[in-house]
């Protein structure tokens, strides 16, 4: 089993200019989340699950000028006072509205002097010779972070109430309806090389490629519908506590909960909240904003069961034709919008049998993009794990407590998503824009 190559090889110029439009992306995204609302909006707390958009907004240009400034570059402190104020572990989310935060026009300035400083050590840098330089990492790490909150701040604009101050088109029509989809395929059982050693940009916990055997399982061909999960709802599935893990089930009691978060009946009509919108569930679309608890519930109910990351991986990334691992279901090349749902281009799931140029070689459809999936695997590190640059990035939070997600969302950039981009969470998170598909062990004897 082999483990294909990533990117194509650039020269210095091209991994500048591939940084500087990774790096640029970001920053556009995050001043379109952070000038659709005013100054109050900015500095206000919409959730004690997240931070003001203020915090995100200065702490993506601390994390910035610590690493790419100071830590590449060499240069002196721009504003060492903050660091403490900026520190996302010093800090739980629900205490930074009380922290000596910058203003939201000196975060703006802030972050844009630290970006042009950013952009001229990027020039000088030889991107070669050092791990943090090699391919541009330390580069495409800042990119892939700024992308992370800019998720974040997505989220935030979910959860505030008011008006919609975000808008975008809708996501394209599935040219052939889910109901015209196989519901499941085999995957085959066999060796295979999960995570990687190849792709210069991938952080710590997807490394390093290492070989892994899956015995044969069915999969769900697309991302759990609203219209299936409502029949679980409509089946008294969060009334009934067989189906529950117990602290899931302690959680739906605590609660009350009933249904997906932002869903409310109406008479005999569902309908969620949707970025500031008030509208019906829609049927054909995956299912968003559950738990963990939640998935494993409607999993159990089905009959079913949440795929393991190692056999989520494999659906995304193994070609039978082959024997490799490519770097998305559809192979190696980059994502275009014909591929995945992914860069905030629609603020919602495409119907479930979307992009079929995304599917992967076994007919899976969207594993990438739409909604994360849960898995039902713990978030460990993989053998040979080593942290890097950081312990915090990864490390501290490896244990049971944690559950990973895989396949990025519609909040997701391309930049921070790819066949072994691994996510983790609290099992209790329905904030996040979450979905899942569901597998069952293949008979005895499936090749």
């Known amino acids: 089993m082999t483990e294909t190559t990533q990117p194509p090889d650039l020269d210095s110029e091209g991994l500048r200019s591939r940084a500087v439009e990774a790096l640029s992306r970001a ?24 931070s003001p958009l203020v915090w995100d907004l200065a702490h993506i240009g601390n994390q910035e000028e610590q690493w790419l400034l100071r830590t590449v570059g060499g240069r002196e402190p721009m504003r060492p006072e903050i660091d403490t104020v900026y520190d996302a572990f010093e800090h739980p989310r629900a205490e930074r509205p009380a922290l000596p935060l910058l203003a939201p026009a000196e975060a703006r300035a802030y972050a844009a002097e630290v970006r042009g400083r950013a952009l001229d050590v990027l ?10 330089l090699d ?25 505030r109430g008011g008006p919609a101050a975000l808008t975008a088109p809708p996501p394209p029509v599935a040219p052939d309806a889910a109901a015209s989809l196989p519901a499941e395929v085999l995957v085959p059982g066999g060796p295979y090389t999960q995570g990687t050693s190849a ?3 991938a952080l710590d916990n997807e490394r390093p490629a290492h070989p892994v055997f899956v ?55 569902w309908l969620r909240r949707r970025f500031g919108v008030t509208e019906p569930v829609p049927p054909d679309e995956p ?66 049998g979307a992009y079929p ?6 007919g899976i459809r969207q594993l990438i993009g739409d909604v994360w999936e849960w898995t039902s695997s713990d978030f460990l590190p993989y053998p040979g794990f080593a942290p890097f640059p950081y312990r915090e990035y990864s490390e501290v939070f490896f244990g049971p407590e944690h559950k990973v997600l895989r396949g990025g969302s519609f909040a997701v ?27 069952r062990d293949a008979a005895e004897g499936a090749l």
């Open 357 to 362: 140029a995304g599917e992967s070689p076994l």
């Open 27 to 50: 920053r556009e995204r995050t001043a379109l989340l952070t000038s659709c609302v005013d100054d109050a909006e900015l500095t206000a707390q919409h959730s004690p699950l997240m």
């Open 287 to 352: 299912v968003l904003h559950v738990s963990w608890y939640e998935a494993d519930a409607y999993a159990r109910w089905a009959g079913r069961r949440l795929p393991t990351e190692a056999e989520w991986e494999k659906a995304a990334r193994f070609d039978p034709a082959t024997g490799r691992s490519t770097r998305y279901p559809w192979g190696d090349a980059d994502p275009t919008p014909e591929h995945a749902n992914l860069g905030q281009r629609h603020l919602r799931p495409a119907p479930a």
């Open 199 to 201: 792709e210069p940009w």
């Open 413 to 439: 950039d391309a930049v921070a998503c790819r066949g072994t981009f691994r996510n983790w969470d609290l099992p209790v998170r329905r904030q996040i824009f979450a979905g899942f598909r569901t597998a």
């Open 123 to 132: 020039e000088r840098s030889p991107l070669r010779g050092a791990p943090l």
């Open 215 to 269: 015995p044969p399982f069915l999969l769900d061909v697309t991302p759990v519908r609203n219209e299936a999960y409502l029949a679980f709802v409509e089946d008294g599935g969060y009334r009934e506590e067989r189906w529950w893990d117990p602290a899931g089930w302690d959680m739906v009691r605590r609660h009350s909960l009933e249904a997906p978060l932002f869903w409310r009946r109406e008479g005999a009509r």
């Open 135 to 159: 391919a541009g990492f330390a580069f495409g790490m800042i990119a892939q972070h700024e992308q992370q909150h800019d998720e974040t701040m997505l989220i935030t604009h979910q959860l």
